[in-house]
């Protein structure tokens, strides 16, 4: 049997009680220990020798039967922290873990491509390079792997990543795919105000952190309507606003946090930028002050031209036209980013269900659900597109 969905659909019992399995055992951030020895597990009885390479995360090297690059496959294995709201008879048995985002899904493709890629390892020109990743949720999970040494020993030459889209627009077993920036970059930000508490009948004896974040709220919205290039997206979002505990005082200080979300590098430096003058501006001009931090980021998510064109080939030898699906850009954020700011990188939505077939919930909801059917088509194409790959990259 030399078709790869064909091979790959055979698995679909054993990608299933993989799933389930690690379903059932949800896990937070890089404390992974029950995910990772099951991983290590299955790929030790597939002939591999995978290794730790940082808190939470694997790596594992297949060495092909003739010389040739470097693919690197990633897959993230973290759950959520919310309790899950489905009663499948394999649901979470971990309160305040959940897996709704589909890391569950990615790592049991990832195994399969794994199994199909060690049965075919004579004819590999190259080789693979399994990238099992902890804490994506954090996010910070990617660039603790890179840091530790992912993408060298050997060098990375490319890398092809999938994620799950469950309860939106593409149906099961479509493949949503978009050339340049398919995910946005975020960044997380507090702003802390400090003032000079006073009491509510004698405002002007203090400074009003409160009237303080409300000017730099507003001002902060200049960026996009006034600075930012038209032409590139921005979305900068504050959710969240705190300060004081009674209704007849001012407080000395308050805080407020957010997001920037963006496609272009350059924008989203500018925009980092901006946000701390106009707060600290705002704050010295009404006689406060204004520190600003940024508790955690990521890159945009970028299909390289040449290789997610050349991995993007590859899935129409498998994928019919009308199951594929060119997608807006996301807002939302993926730290596989960190993977595709550093090698040319190729990174695919795999439908797992939308509302008319009964998956209405979305990722990241206490009652997502996924079509598991849909898990051969992702392990057959990382699996033909990485020997493809190899094949024609020599």
């Known amino acids: 049997m030399h078709d790869p969905m064909e091979r790959a659909t055979a698995l679909l019992p054993q990608l299933t009680e993989w799933r389930q399995y690690l379903h059932q055992h949800p896990e937070l951030g890089t404390n992974l220990p029950m995910t990772c020895a099951f991983v290590e597990a299955r790929l030790r009885e597939m002939g591999y020798d995978p290794q730790p390479i940082c808190e939470g995360g694997l790596v594992a090297v297949l060495e092909g039967g003739k010389p040739g690059k470097t693919i690197l496959l990633r ?21 305040g873990a959940a897996h ?11 195994l399969g491509a794994a199994k199909l890629l060690m049965e075919d390892r004579e004819e590999l020109c190259g080789r693979v390079k399994f990238m099992f990743q902890p804490n994506e949720e954090g996010p910070g999970g990617a660039l603790l792997m890179i840091e530790s040494g992912i993408l060298e020993n050997p ?17 099961s077993g479509q493949i949503g795919y978009r050339m340049g920036p398919i995910m946005a970059s975020t960044d997380v930000f507090e702003i802390k105000v400090t003032g000079k508490g006073g009491h509510g ?18 001002t902060l919205q200049t960026i996009n309507s006034r600075e930012r290039p038209q032409q590139e997206p921005v979305v900068l979002t504050i959710g969240q606003i705190s300060a004081g505990d009674a209704p007849n005082t001012i407080p000395a200080e308050g805080t407020m946090s957010g997001t920037i979300r963006a496609f272009n590098e350059e924008v ?33 998510t970028i299909n390289d031209p040449k290789v997610a064109g ?11 036209p009308e199951r ?45 659900d996924f079509d598991e059917s849909a898990m051969p088509l992702g392990t057959a194409l990382f699996f033909h ?3 493809e790959w190899l094949k024609n990259n020599q």
């Not at 980092?272 to 003058?277: D, I």
Request: hydrophobic share 40%.
């Open 75 to 95: 897959a993230d294995m973290d759950a959520l922290p919310m309790d899950e709201e489905n009663d499948h008879p394999f649901k979470s048995q971990n309160p």
């Open 100 to 110: 709704t985002c589909g890391h569950d899904i990615h790592t049991a493709m990832l």
């Open 155 to 171: 060098h990375v030459d490319a890398s092809m990543g999938f994620h799950c889209n469950v309860g939106q627009v593409i149906a």
């Open 201 to 218: 009948a004698r405002p002007e004896e203090g400074v009003d952190p409160i009237n303080i974040m409300m000017h730099i709220h507003d």
């Open 268 to 300: 989203r430096q500018f925009v980092k930028r901006r946000l701390v003058e106009i707060a600290q501006g705002v704050a010295s001009t009404l006689g406060g002050k204004a520190e600003v931090v940024f508790k955690a980021g990521t890159a945009a």
């Open 310 to 320: 050349e991995l993007f080939r590859s899935i129409q030898e498998i994928v019919p």
């Open 324 to 368: 594929l699906v060119e997608l807006p850009a996301s807002m939302g954020s993926e730290d596989y980013a960190e993977v595709s700011l550093r090698v040319p990188s190729g990174f695919f939505w795999l439908g797992m269900g939308n509302e008319a077939e009964g998956y209405p919930y979305s990722v990241h909801s206490p009652k997502a």
């Open 385 to 387: 597109c990485t020997k």
